[in-house]
């Protein structure tokens, strides 16, 4: 099946996105794994921020679903779909979206591309300045769960090791030498590390390191100093997540500083000598 898109399109407009959730597009799978496609090709040739998460969840394949079935009773061209589901979908749904806005704006990333807020980068216009990016864009599960695992999983498992290496560090070249990214996860993380040693990103292009941004637990505020160790109940599971949480707030304090203080130097007037 060649044109992932236009089947996906099809089986939607044949039985809905209901009709998609009970015969959904199947990219690959085995007794472990697998993969089902969701509109993920669109890109930003001139991102200037770059947020990796692993791969899309449960929620994100029905919205997915949803907002395409509504595309496409407008009639929407192939390409205004999967820019759609870019902007719409991927990091999108009450569940990641809101809590996403709240980590970038704490850390006042968006001031670092020229944009007012995080909200802004989601906009029509704002949204050219970023690229949602997954390491598995085709919504990848576990044992009918979404992958969480760690990236040596990933790269031991055959199917899983070739879309990350097609479909996510074959698609690092597209973007601008000086973009900045972003991982959600630990696992997003590794892969971008990966990438480094990979020749295919620089260090100094990894901005940081920001927890997954579900609303379910206490992991988030945690990270954003909304509430603290003595706050966290004995059996919450952020107490084990603590030391991570913590050193992923001081890179991505250190990131942006960083890129701030660079960029101050180079507005700054080179002073003649004689």
């Not at 799978?29 to 991102?47: C, F, G, K, T």
């Not at 820019?83 to 809590?99: I, Q």
Request: glycine share 8%; proline share 7%.
């Amino acid at each position: 099946m060649a044109n992932y898109i236009e089947e996906y399109c099809a089986r939607i407009r044949r039985g809905g996105a209901r009709g998609l959730a009970e015969k959904p597009v199947v990219i690959g799978q085995d007794n472990i794994y697998a993969m089902q496609y969701v509109p993920y090709e669109h890109w930003n040739s001139s991102a200037r921020l770059v947020i990796v998460s692993t791969t899309p969840g449960h929620t994100h394949v029905r919205l997915a679903a949803t907002v395409t079935e509504e595309l496409l009773q407008t009639q929407a061209p192939g390409p205004r779909i999967q820019r759609e589901n870019k902007r719409r979908v991927e990091l999108g749904g009450r569940m990641v979206r809101p809590n996403l806005i709240r980590m970038l704006d704490h850390f006042r990333v968006p001031a670092l591309i020229s944009q007012p807020d995080a909200t802004s980068l989601w906009d029509e216009e704002g949204f050219d300045s970023i690229q949602p990016l997954a390491l598995l864009p085709h919504a990848t599960t576990r044992r009918g769960l979404t992958f969480d695992g760690p990236l040596d999983e990933l790269l031991d498992t055959p199917m899983l090791r070739d879309v990350f290496q097609q479909e996510f560090l074959g698609r690092l070249p597209q973007y601008p030498r000086d973009a900045l990214y972003i991982g959600l996860g630990r696992t997003a993380w590794s892969g971008l590390e990966h990438a480094v040693r990979a020749g295919l990103l620089c260090q100094q292009q990894l901005l940081g390191m920001m927890p997954v941004p579900t609303r379910a637990g206490s992991m988030v505020r945690y990270f954003l100093r909304e509430v603290g160790e003595a706050d966290l109940s004995p059996n919450d599971p952020v107490r084990h997540r603590i030391a991570w949480l913590d050193a992923a707030h001081r890179e991505m304090e250190a990131g942006v500083e960083r890129l701030r203080a660079e960029s101050i130097s180079s507005a700054q007037p080179r002073r003649l000598t004689a």
